[in-house]
C-alpha cells in the first residue's frame, strides 16, 4: 500500500473516532429546563399578561435565560413581573445594570420598549415582547392531615 493510501485511510479512520465523539458529548448533554421549570426553580408561577409596568429605576432584577428576566416593581405585594424578550439577550447574564427608554415618557416600562443591559466595558439593547405578573407558587395541598 503506498503511502497516500495510508494517509486517506488514516483521515477516514480519524473522521470516524471524531463522529463517534461528538455523538456521545451531545448525546451527554441535558436539555435546558423549560420557563415554568425555572420559574419554579424561583418559586414562581406565570400570571396574567400586563401592557406597562410601573418603574422609578430597574435596580433590582433577575437574570432566568437569554430570553427573559425578572422585575422587581417596587414596594408591595404582587408587584414581580417576567419580561419576556423578541430576541435572545444573550450578553444579559453578564451585565450589572438596566435601564429603559420609555417610548411614551410616562415613567411605565411598555411592551416593544428597548431595555439597556450594561456592563463589563459593553452594552446591549433587548426589546421588550410581554409581560406577565409573576404569583408566589401554592404549596401542594397535603390531603393525608385533612380530618374526616
Known amino acids: 500500500m503506498n503511502y497516500l493510501a495510508w494517509v486517506k485511510k488514516g483521515l477516514f479512520l480519524g473522521l470516524v473516532l471524531l463522529t463517534q ?9 441535558e436539555p435546558s429546563p423549560t420557563l415554568e421549570e425555572l420559574l419554579k426553580q424561583q418559586g414562581y408561577q406565570k400570571g396574567e399578561s400586563v401592557n406597562f409596568i410601573q418603574r422609578h429605576n430597574m435596580n433590582r432584577w433577575e437574570y432566568l435565560d437569554n430570553s427573559h428576566i425578572i422585575l422587581d416593581g417596587g414596594p408591595g405585594p404582587q408587584r414581580l413581573y417576567l419580561v419576556e424578550f423578541i430576541r435572545p439577550c444573550r450578553q444579559l447574564r453578564f451585565k450589572d445594570d438596566l435601564s429603559y427608554k420609555d417610548t411614551l415618557e410616562m415613567g411605565y416600562l411598555h411592551i416593544h420598549d428597548r431595555i439597556l443591559a450594561t456592563g463589563g466595558g459593553s452594552s446591549e439593547y433587548c426589546q421588550v415582547q410581554a409581560m406577565f405578573r409573576l404569583s408566589p407558587l401554592q404549596p401542594p395541598s397535603d390531603s393525608s392531615s385533612a380530618k374526616p
Open 21 to 29: 465523539v461528538c455523538a456521545v458529548v451531545w448525546a451527554a448533554e
